[in-house]
């Protein structure tokens, strides 16, 4: 029930309901300090004042008594937060009579961002003005913030891991990754080489992965197959075997290449020539002299069974070649090429449809093509023990419809 007597310059600052039987005291008729002063009922009417535990005055005036300076040095990343508590002021009723001590000052000890409190340690400065010191947060071995820890890291596989601060895991601790250049690896793109323990506990930044340096991709041979050992992936150490379909053969190169340290392959390109055809690496194309009698348009048809055309020999090393590989067959026989005239008499084109021109290189024997009979269209090789010694190997025209020729064809890799 609220008081019905007017005020005098001090409020009540309870609520007169709780509190003990009407009296001054009771009805705020006193001038005592409102927050810090305790009235006591000495008479009727009459009434004392005095401060409380912890503050120094007449009561009616009443001050908080000043604490020493905070005694406790300020932790490695940590810190003290002091506040004045408002609790004991807050609840003016409950605590009028009370002899509990007001607290000056609290400190509490709280760690920085990234650090854990170890220890809790709440300091006080009581009423009689010495500090309390609850526990020794600097004894020995005890450290009161102590950094977050983020999960372990290791060493990628391949790779090294260095931490500044010897692999605590622990913030702001930063490791750099790096992968073993000698011999051949590298971080993946996505790869973080350096990373921080944060102060969430999270590292920064991916997972190191350390992958081999990356080698030119190969791919199958013509007419033959491949196979890698990693998954294709054209890295460091990545073998790759080759083989031909069945009626080729390996005619050069290797049955094994390796992605090196230095991102090159091992050995060199398999080539896969038909069963019977050797490889000229020069020109990168297979060619067999047939020991058999054709004309001219019959040649060519086996040649194109095989996957080619009669033998074009553009140059004097596949020319060299070519008269080699005839004679190693036949030396008595004349070979059909891939050379004619038929189309435009004079004309003379190679088999893929490429002009002869005058620059370019020839072996036609003395006084060849003279185009004999007005029929002579189709190109050929003399034999090697041919009488006369100047048209030994030398390019001749004869009639296409001749049967009595070899022939030598080609087929690409
Ligand atoms: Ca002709
Ligand atoms: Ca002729």
């Not at 750099?176 to 921080?196: I, K, Q, W």
């Not at 990693?230 to 290797?254: D, I, K, Q, V």
């Not at 069963?275 to 047939?290: E, K, P, T, V």
């Not at 189709?378 to 419809?401: F, G, I, K, P, T």
Request: aromatic share 10%.
């Amino acid at each position: 029930m609220a008081s019905t007597v007017p005020l005098p310059l001090l409020k009540p600052n309870w609520d007169s309901l709780n509190c003990v039987p009407s009296d001054f005291c009771q009805l705020g008729l006193h001038d005592c300090h409102p927050e810090h002063g305790v009235c006591s009922l000495t008479g009727h009417q009459a009434f004392s004042c005095r401060c409380r535990v912890g503050k120094v005055g007449d009561g009616t005036h009443c001050e908080r008594t000043s604490c020493p300076d905070f005694p406790v040095a300020e932790p490695q990343n940590g810190f003290f937060s002091c506040s004045i508590p408002t609790s004991s002021a807050a609840n003016t009723c409950q605590s009028a009579n009370s002899t509990e001590p007001e607290y000056e000052v609290v400190c509490v000890l709280h760690c920085n961002h990234g650090y854990d409190r170890l220890i809790y340690a709440e300091y006080s400065c009581r009423h009689d003005g010495n500090w309390t010191i609850p526990v020794d947060i600097y004894s020995a071995g005890s450290t009161p913030c102590l950094a977050v820890k983020c999960p372990d890291l290791s060493c990628p596989l391949h790779g090294r891991m260095t931490c500044d601060s010897g692999s605590y895991f622990r913030y702001p601790e930063i490791c750099s990754f790096a992968c073993d250049v000698n011999p051949g690896y590298e971080l993946t793109p996505t790869s973080s080489s350096v990373r921080h323990c944060q102060a969430d506990a999270t590292w920064s930044g991916n997972d190191a992965e350390c992958i081999g340096v990356w080698c030119p991709a190969l791919s199958s041979p013509t007419n033959g197959r491949m196979s890698c050992n990693s998954g294709y992936s054209f890295r460091y150490p990545e073998t790759c075997t080759f083989r031909c379909n069945h009626g080729y053969h390996l005619s050069a190169g290797s049955t094994s290449r390796t992605c090196q340290a230095d991102g090159k392959w091992s050995g060199r390109a398999a080539r896969c020539c038909p069963d019977g055809y050797n490889y000229y690496r020069r020109s990168q194309f297979c060619y067999r002299a047939f020991n058999q009698r054709k004309n001219y348009n019959d040649a060519a048809a086996t040649c194109s069974s095989d996957g080619g055309t009669l033998a074009m020999p553009r140059n004097a090393g596949i020319n060299a070649f070519l008269v080699d590989l005839k004679n190693a067959m036949d030396n008595t026989a004349l070979f059909w090429f891939g050379l004619t005239d038929r189309a435009t008499e004079g004309s003379w084109v190679w088999a893929d449809g490429v002009e002869l021109a005058n620059e370019h290189f020839k072996q036609w024997g003395p006084r060849q093509p003279d185009n004999a009979h007005d029929n002579e269209n189709c190109a050929h090789y003399w034999q090697r023990n041919h009488e006369q010694v100047e048209r030994r190997n030398r390019w001749n025209d004869l009639l296409c419809s001749e049967t009595f020729l070899k022939f030598i064809c080609q087929v690409g890799t």
